[in-house]
């Protein structure tokens, strides 16, 4: 089971730099101001260019080491980076498909992304264990009201 937040933006003069303005505040909002992000070139069907975003580890601050006692940073891999989401602009081919309704390709554009959200609680909260949320433990849950 995978539960996943989709994003899509449509209008004319969407450009990349509006999907990484986007974003970029969006990860500040959720993970503290300090974050920064970080796009790397991907592929994903249905968009073009595409990207992972990467956010930069805000439990060990990027350093890829934790504590006091100098222990790797599992989230991030030991890399100070965290990759958080898929992203990338909506193909114009995409827009041919639904032209008859007015997305004219050469007029319009958009960018689109998607996330997990179990991931992103998971990271947010400090946990290890995605079944916590889906054993029905009520102790567990009530924490996040």
């Known amino acids: ?9 449509v209008d004319t003069n969407i450009t990349f730099g509006d ?3 986007t974003l970029d505040h969006a990860m500040k909002a959720l993970f503290g101001s300090a974050v920064k992000t970080s796009f790397r070139p991907s592929f994903f069907p249905f968009t073009e260019p595409s990207a992972e975003m990467f956010v ?9 080491r934790r504590g006091d006692d ?6 991030c891999k030991q890399t100070g980076w965290i990759e958080i989401l ?3 602009m909506v193909d114009p081919n995409v827009f041919e498909f639904v032209k008859h309704n007015g997305y004219d390709p050469e007029k319009i554009s958009g960018f689109a992304f998607g996330m997990g959200v179990d ?4 990271l947010k ?7 916590l949320f889906f054993q029905g ?9």
């Open 70 to 75: 100098d222990a790797p940073c599992r989230p």
């Open 125 to 131: 909260y400090g946990l290890d264990d995605l079944q």
């Open 56 to 64: 930069s580890c805000f439990i060990c601050g990027g350093s890829g």
């Open 86 to 88: 898929g992203c990338g």
């Open 137 to 145: 433990d009520v102790r567990f849950l009530e924490q996040f009201l």
């Open 19 to 21: 999907l990484k303005g």
């Open 1 to 9: 089971m995978f539960h996943q937040v989709e994003g899509l933006a």
């Open 119 to 122: 991931r992103i609680a998971m």
